[in-house]
Nanobody, 127 residues
Framework: QVQLVESGGGLVQPGGSLRVSCAAS????????MAWFRQAPGKEREFAAG????????YYADFVKGRFTASRDNAKTTIFLQMNSLKVEDTATYYC????????????????????WGQGTQVAVSS
């Protein structure tokens, strides 16, 4: 069984920065598909950034391009999301997700494609 543990997050003013991390452990998970999703109150969970199996090149949702940077460690079991120029509308719970499968790019954005989820970390952007 794979466990995903997120850290980081918190309260920041508009224009500020935060970094969240997600470490995968357990089972034989390595180099797997991992992604960041977010969910604001009353809204559906949406894809923010992700990595295909064995790949360190991130894919981004349009709304984060130029502001967020995703990365993963060499073992490909930990991913990071550096969030800059944060806006009030970025306020949400940010979730880490992992899949034991090798998802094609178009499926990275589908939350139903993922097998494992972290508990979520809250990001609040407010003045």
């Amino acid at each position: 069984q794979v466990q995903l543990v997120e850290s980081g997050g918190g309260l920041v003013q508009p224009g500020g920065s935060l970094r969240v991390s997600c470490a995968a452990s357990g089972g034989t998970f390595s180099r797997g598909t991992m992604a960041w999703f977010r969910q604001a109150p009353g809204k559906e969970r949406e894809f923010a950034a992700g990595f295909r199996y064995g790949d360190s090149n991130p894919y981004y949702a349009d709304f984060v391009k130029g502001r967020f940077t995703a990365s993963r460690d060499n073992a490909k079991t930990t991913i990071f999301l550096q969030m800059n120029s944060l806006k009030v509308e970025d306020t949400a719970t940010y979730y880490c997700a992992a899949s034991s499968g090798r998802l094609i790019t178009s499926r990275l954005r589908d939350p139903n494609a993922y097998d494992y989820w972290g508990q979520g970390t809250q990001v609040a952007v407010s003045s």
